[in-house]
């Protein structure tokens, strides 16, 4: 079964508008973290935010959020006030601590218009 | 600050021939170590991770095998490339805190 599932293939938002991409996670596991990346064209990624099974407020970082819904077992990260250097591709990733492997999802390409 | 290198960028290699790829961590201790592999236009599939020197995991049963013989040393290896290894690898750690920092990441076209 899929750990990570990440159901939108592409994503488009208005500059200067809110965005969500959505993420769901399969674990029997307690303890674990969940993750958002970001893949610019080049390839790097790139860490954007963290939200860990026993926190109850959900994480920010700046302009992102992560909307965690753990009966659900839904991540989503929200966006705020979209730029155009955040077209990218975005990971959904969750860790379970028992065994240390980091799951990714199958991302979400988001594009930007001006 | 902690840096991880990974080599060659891009690498063109025949079917049929070896690989070796290399990663290493600078600046940590006793980092968990991941190789992950991203066909084109595809999410990270997690190929191999490490908890210790001589201690890997596998993931998925493929044509390729990763050692690790030093602490901060992972390499990911095959004896005889397939044209279905093509791909972006990626080698990534995770120490101390939650997120994993990635490499940048070798571009492999098998032809």
């Known amino acids: 079964a899929q750990k990570i599932t990440q159901t939108q293939p592409g994503m488009f938002v208005q500059e200067k508008e809110a965005v969500t991409l959505d993420c769901t996670y399969d674990t029997s596991d307690q303890s674990y973290g969940l993750f958002w990346y970001k893949q610019p064209s080049s390839g790097e990624m790139i860490f954007l935010i963290y939200q860990g099974s026993y926190d109850e407020q959900n994480a920010t970082e700046g302009r992102y959020s992560l909307n965690f819904q753990k009966a659900r077992k839904s991540a989503n990260l929200v966006i705020s006030a979209s730029q155009l250097g955040d077209s990218a591709m975005y990971f959904c990733?969750?860790?379970?601590?028992?065994?240390?492997?980091?799951?990714f999802g199958t991302g979400t390409s988001l594009t930007v218009i001006p | 600050s902690q840096t991880i290198h990974q080599w060659p960028a891009t690498l063109v290699q025949p079917v049929g021939s070896p690989l070796s790829l290399e990663c290493t961590v600078e600046?940590?201790?006793?980092?968990?170590l991941y190789w992950y592999r991203q066909a084109a236009g595809r999410g990270l599939q997690l190929l191999f991770y490490?908890?210790?020197?001589?201690?890997i995991s596998s993931e998925v049963p493929q044509n390729l095998s990763a050692s690790r013989p030093q602490d901060r040393q992972f390499i990911l290896s095959s004896k005889k490339l397939l044209l279905s290894d093509s791909g972006f690898y990626l080698c990534?750690?995770?120490?101390?805190?939650?997120?994993?920092?990635f490499g940048q990441g070798t571009r492999l076209t098998v032809v």
């Open positions: 990534a750690w995770s120490t101390g805190v939650p997120e994993a920092f």
């Open positions: 600046g940590t201790s006793n980092p968990n």
């Open positions: 490490s908890v210790g020197i001589g201690q």
């Open positions: 990733a969750m860790r379970e601590w028992a065994g240390n492997q980091f799951y």
